[in-house]
Each structure stands twice: as C-alpha cells, then as structure tokens.
C-alpha cells in the first residue's frame, strides 16, 4: 500500500502541501460563519441601524456561537476520550461534533429568526443548519468534506442574492469561487478527502441553501 501511495505523495512540492494547510485552517467550517458574518455587517451593511459597538457585539455573537461553542465541545470530547483526535479524521469521531454542533446551529437560526435578523442572515443561518444535518446523516457512510458543505452554503448564497438583488454581487461571487476552490483543492492536496467527499460536499451545501431560499 506504502508503494501505492507513494507518487501521489512526491506529487507536489513541500511548500504547496504546507500552504494548502495554511488554506485548510484559515478557511475551517467553524470560521466560515464568523468571515460571513463579516461580510453581512461590514460590507453589505445589513445592520447599518446599529453603532459600532453593537455591530462588534454582534460579530462577536457570531464567533461564540458558531466557532467557539462547537470548538470547546470537540475539545471536552476530545479530553473525556471519546474522539481520538480533535483533526476529526474519522467517521466516528465526528459523530458527536455533528450532534452538538446541529445543536448550536438550530437555535442560531431559531434566535435570528425570531429577533427579525435581514432575510439574508436567516438564509445563511438556516442553510448552515441543514448543511450540518446533511452532513451527519451520510457520514454514515462516507467522511464527507466538511470545508465542501461550507463552501457550498457560501458560493450558493452569494449567486442566489446576485439573481435576486439590485446590489452587484459579481466580485463577491468571483471571490467566493475562487476561495471555494482554493480551499476544495487544499482538502485534496493534504489527502484528507477523496475527490468524491469532496464534490459530495459542495452539492450537498448548495442543496441545502436552496433549500433555505425555498422555505424561509
């Protein structure tokens, strides 16, 4: 098997497979949220009723709850032993990271919702929900990539505003690709997924932002 591996190994240089983890982290699952949340208050300028004072508090609200929560919850599991590692490189270790974080994501969207947040807000906050719930449902079978169903909720977003908005979003969408693919590619080059894991990843995202779109 080691022979087998082995081109694929000497396949790129030592600087691009440190870069493409440099990618990976940057763009982690828990930090999309956080980076989006950005883009609604401080570009789009969703909340521009709010000071700035309020408007970090809410940026704050986003980190705590989407990145933060589920990081200490991965680290609890991870200390109590009952994931081997808090890199989640197997199906099983990301059984209860999936449940908590479903969890958090739910009353995110539950809280969004009922606090009347802009209708793009919601969208994301709901399709964010069902990403993570499509994702804990086929990781039954397959170690989905979880930076894919991210990217997918993000790129889907942006194009489904682009049609629905008098606002120009064509850079932002440009932008979202090409992020999207860097980080897609990065997943491949540190071999931590398949090429299917991850293409599965990407339409099960998108699938759930339609969805978002559909019913809120």
């Known amino acids: 098997m080691n022979d087998v591996h082995a081109p694929r190994e000497s396949m790129f240089h030592p600087a691009i497979r440190v870069a493409a983890k440099v990618i990976s982290y940057l763009f982690h699952p828990l930090f999309i949220p956080v980076y989006m949340g950005w883009f609604f208050i401080k570009v789009l300028r969703l909340f521009s009723a709010l000071d700035e004072w309020h408007q970090t508090l809410l940026l704050v609200q986003f ?4 990145t933060l929560l589920p990081l200490v919850t991965v680290l609890i599991a991870k200390g109590v032993g009952f994931i081997d590692t808090i890199y989640l490189k197997t199906q099983r270790d990301r059984i209860i990271p999936y449940i908590a974080v479903m ?3 739910f009353w995110v969207w539950y809280v969004f919702r009922n606090q009347g947040f802009p209708k793009e807000v919601i969208l994301f906050s709901f399709a964010t929900f069902l990403s993570i719930c499509f994702g ?18 993000v790129i ?4 489904i505003l682009s049609l629905k908005s008098n606002l120009n979003y064509g850079p ?3 932008v979202g690709l090409f992020i999207a693919g860097l980080v897609c590619t990065a997943r491949l080059i540190n071999k931590d997924h398949q090429p299917f894991d991850v293409y599965a990843g990407l339409v099960l995202g998108a699938l759930a932002q339609v969805i978002a779109w559909l019913f809120v």
């Open 63 to 66: 980190f705590v709850n989407y």
């Open 103 to 105: 969890i958090f994501y």
């Open 136 to 153: 804990a449902f086929v990781n039954t079978f397959f170690k989905v990539s979880m930076h894919a169903l991210a990217m997918g909720v």
């Open 156 to 159: 889907t977003l942006l194009v």
């Open 172 to 174: 932002y969408v440009s």
